[in-house]
């Protein structure tokens, strides 16, 4: 893991009176290390191959550990399992319903001013949660195959 990711995550858990272990630092390697929105039991798939001792429980604490330092988010989409996503910046989100992979969607800071402005009066939100649900356009060539 790149040294600035380390000291991040070893400065966000000592604020938060933890400490890095080489399971959160590991579990958290791995979601930035590929930006999909694994799922729990996708990390701890791909923490095995590295970590075979690890356990489901695990893998679970370090998640949650790693919501509650606001490393990463928790990204829910219905009754489907919980997702996570490193990426803090503002955005929203994109849900596939055929292959129910996810996106990362890019808002325009003025979209969310926008949002917020609307809330009643003596309301602030410190976060929106935008999420898109749909599917990819067919292309022309997968249409004209059929």
């Known amino acids: 893991m790149p040294t600035t990711h380390t ?13 890095a272990t ?14 999909d929105h694994p799922t729990a039991d996708e990390v701890y798939a791909r ?13 679970y604490n370090c998640l ?10 928790a990204v829910n989409f ?18 596939d319903e055929n292959t129910g992979e996810t996106y990362d969607v890019d808002l325009p800071p003025t979209i969310l001013a926008d ?12 976060s929106v949660e935008v999420i898109f649900r749909g ?3 067919r292309t022309a060539e997968v249409a004209a195959g059929e």
């Open 22 to 35: 080489p399971q959160r630092e590991l579990v958290y390697n791995v979601l930035l290390g590929k930006r």
């Open 64 to 73: 949650e550990t790693l919501v509650q330092c606001s490393l990463v988010r």
């Open 78 to 95: 219905e009754r489907g399992p919980t997702r996570y996503c490193p990426n803090l910046h503002p955005h929203a989100h994109f849900h």
């Open 47 to 59: 923490v095995r191959a590295e970590l075979p001792t690890i356990s489901l429980a695990t893998v």
């Open 7 to 19: 000291d991040a995550l070893s400065q966000r858990l000592a604020d938060s009176g933890l400490r």
């Open 135 to 137: 599917q990819a356009h």
């Open 115 to 126: 949002i917020k402005a609307i809330l009643p009066s003596g309301y602030d939100a410190k």
